[in-house]
């Protein structure tokens, strides 16, 4: 199994350009947001409490903090922390009476729309046509930014 640097490096090599690269700060958290969003939406017949329902992104977002773990001990409490940040989000979306799974999929295909036209500046193919893993790889690479920026190691 390749190591969480080795990831890293890998999908750094297509994104190197500025404009991509923020493209990127804005649209990767997008997509993920909106992605945890539209499993959010499905809900399954087990009350986790009274208010909150079991929905497939809780099973989802245990596995994606698993998939985490397994590649670093440390940039998972980060990827940890953001997923239940989108899944915050979008219990607050559902609760102010907006349908969830319509504001997440105009995020989710926007989002791609300017993730593509980041690579057509890049001039590089997005990594995951390589592998479907750094679709992963993505949201923890802009965290590995973060750590760095805190001194933590990851």
């Given at each position: 199994?390749?190591?969480?640097?080795?990831?890293?490096?890998?999908?750094?090599?297509?994104?190197?350009?500025?404009?991509?690269?923020?493209?990127?700060?804005?649209?990767?958290?997008?997509?993920?947001?909106?992605?945890?969003?539209?499993?959010y939406s499905v809900k399954l017949p087990v009350q986790?409490?009274?208010?909150?329902?079991?929905?497939?992104?809780?099973?989802?977002?245990?596995?994606?903090?698993?998939?985490y773990f397994s590649l670093s001990r440390t940039l998972?409490?980060?990827?940890?922390?953001?997923s239940a940040v989108c899944a915050a989000a979008c219990?607050?979306?559902?609760?102010?009476?907006?349908?969830?799974?319509?504001?997440?999929?105009?995020?989710?295909?926007?989002?791609?729309?300017?993730?593509?036209?980041?690579?057509?500046?890049?001039?590089?193919?997005?990594?995951?046509?390589?592998?479907?893993?750094?679709?992963?790889?993505?949201?923890?690479?802009?965290?590995?930014?973060?750590?760095?920026?805190?001194?933590?190691?990851?």
């Open positions: 199994m390749k190591s969480i640097q080795t990831w890293l490096d890998e999908y750094g090599v297509s994104h190197q350009n500025p404009t991509n690269k923020l493209i990127h700060w804005i649209c990767v958290p997008l997509i993920f947001f909106s992605i945890t969003g539209l499993f986790l409490t009274d208010e909150f329902p079991l929905n497939l992104a809780v099973i989802m977002l245990l596995g994606v903090t698993v998939y998972w409490i980060g990827m940890f922390v953001f219990y607050a979306i559902e609760s102010a009476g907006l349908p969830l799974w319509l504001v997440c999929v105009v995020i989710f295909v926007l989002a791609w729309i300017v993730q593509f036209y980041g690579h057509k500046v890049e001039g590089a193919k997005p990594s995951f046509l390589k592998d479907l893993q750094f679709l992963m790889i993505g949201p923890a690479w802009l965290m590995s930014f973060i750590y760095k920026k805190l001194g933590v190691a990851y």
